[in-house]
């Protein structure tokens, strides 16, 4: 008889069956939720990254979003996949994040100006000479505008949904996403 080299996988384990481990961890099974945090937190920590632009950051979002999912989680109806409600639960977090900075800190004005956009501390030749590879061009736009780049052109969001998510205007979100274009292409295109 031959012999297996994979062991078996245990079925709450197994990624075959995630509506089981879903179904599992709405009930508060910590092993169920550990399973779906597993499968789910490369995907949320990203997006975190993407929208607050700093790694940090995106860990500490990363954190919330998963106590807040802990929390949230027995009132999951299963009416969306899982992965689509941590999405969206994330992109929350980050947005209620971004606002309560935004009202404890005064307001920056943005800047067209792509040598305010480079790490301080460089002269200015060397700023012009800065290698900005894609995720630090982003990271490096203003957060409003780069929050309409990556819910648009990353998440793939429309500019209305984008709109009711921010409490802006579509011609703002659009507006919005032609600057961060421009300002990419810009910091890219040296």
């Given at each position: 008889m031959p012999v297996?080299?994979?062991p078996?996988?245990?079925p709450?384990?197994a ?6 481990a879903?179904r599992?961890a ?12 597993r499968?789910?937190?490369g995907?949320v ?5 993407r ?9 500490e979002?990363?954190q ?11 009132g ?9 409600w ?7 977090v980050?947005l ?5 900075t935004q ?9 067209s100006?792509?040598?305010?956009l ?21 990271a490096?736009?203003?957060p ?11 998440e ?5 949904e984008?709109?009711r ?5 579509v011609g703002?979100?659009?507006s ?5 274009r421009r ?6 295109g040296?």
């Amino acid at each position: 008889m031959p012999v297996d080299p994979q062991p078996p996988v245990a079925p709450a384990r197994a990624a075959s069956t995630p509506a089981g481990a879903d179904r599992h961890a709405a009930g508060r099974d910590p092993d169920a939720f550990e399973a779906v945090y597993r499968e789910h937190v490369g995907r949320v920590h990203a997006l975190c990254l993407r929208m607050a632009g700093d790694a940090r950051l995106a860990e500490e979002l990363t954190q919330d979003v998963f106590v807040r999912a802990w929390e949230k989680l027995p009132g999951f109806r299963g009416e969306s996949a899982l992965g689509t409600w941590l999405h969206r639960l994330a992109v929350n977090v980050v947005l209620e994040a971004a606002r309560g900075t935004q009202r404890r800190e005064r307001r920056v004005e943005p800047t067209s100006d792509l040598a305010a956009l480079a790490p301080a501390g460089l002269a200015p030749d060397e700023r012009l000479h800065l290698d900005m590879d894609l995720e630090r061009a982003i990271a490096a736009l203003p957060p409003g505008v780069r929050t309409v780049f990556v819910l648009h052109d990353i998440e793939g969001y429309r500019h209305d949904e984008i709109a009711r998510l921010t409490g802006g205007a579509v011609g703002t979100m659009r507006s919005q996403l032609h600057r961060a274009r421009r300002l990419l292409m810009e910091a890219l295109g040296r």
